[in-house]
């Protein structure tokens, strides 16, 4: 896609939706990296449903500890892989309280030590617990990137790499939520509903249904 297609694109997604927020529920970065960990392979809403209880007993690393695993467990159960997310909110909240002054790191490479967290929710940290502009590749945005010819890559990573590059830096801070958010309610997996896009004109997609 050529510059001046993708500055109409941003373009046209600030206009609607100047201040994209993400969907996660959270109180603190300690209870955003722990929503972040949960969502991995499920949805934001069953993780919004969980996460209310467990956080009303444990928003800080001290307290998750203390609550222990079992009742991390008891909590997260409705989300899939609830044992090894459980597990993991235990130890990355030991480690915090042992690392980190019980403090969520601002880095990357930092944040990607603890246990459940990789790039991709490393990246969503840094941008909504602490303003860092990131682009955080999930599943919409690999295939938002791919279908309309804003950053064409076969992996995770060549995805990301061009969209550091290509996503102007006005809009870098808010591209992650507006492009998941295209790709959850516009650009779906099964069948994209192309007679409401906003982008259709600039979108290189062949199979378009509109």
């Given at each position: 896609m050529k510059k001046d297609k993708i500055i109409a694109l941003f373009t046209r997604w600030h206009a609607v939706e100047p201040e994209p927020k993400g969907e996660l529920d959270y109180t603190n970065p300690f209870t955003l990296l722990v929503a972040v960990v949960l969502?991995?392979?499920?949805?934001?809403?069953?993780?919004?449903?969980?996460?209310?209880?467990?956080f009303a007993e444990a928003d800080t690393p001290e307290k998750m500890v203390t609550i222990g695993e079992d009742r991390i467990r008891h909590h997260i159960k409705t989300i899939g892989l609830f044992n090894s997310k459980a597990k993991n909110v235990h130890k990355l909240s030991q480690i915090l309280i042992e690392?980190?002054?019980?403090e969520v790191p601002q880095d990357?490479?930092?944040?990607?030590?603890?246990?459940?967290?990789?790039?991709?929710?490393?990246?969503?940290?840094?941008?909504?617990?602490?303003g860092i502009p990131t682009i955080a590749v999930d599943t919409h945005i690999f295939r938002v990137s791919n279908r309309t010819g804003l950053?064409?890559?076969?992996t995770v990573e060549k995805v990301e790499e061009k969209l550091e590059k290509v996503v102007p830096d006005q809009f870098k801070f808010h591209a992650h939520h507006w492009m998941i958010l295209h790709g959850r309610y516009v650009c779906k997996a099964r069948k994209p509903d192309c007679a409401n896009c906003l982008i259709y004109d600039l979108c290189s997609f062949k199979s378009k249904t509109a």
């Open positions: 969502s991995a392979q499920a949805t934001d809403i069953g993780v919004n449903k969980a996460t209310p209880a467990l690392k980190h002054n019980s990357r490479d930092t944040l990607i030590t603890l246990p459940g967290v990789g790039r991709k929710t490393a990246n969503v940290v840094l941008s909504m617990a602490f950053a064409k890559g076969k």
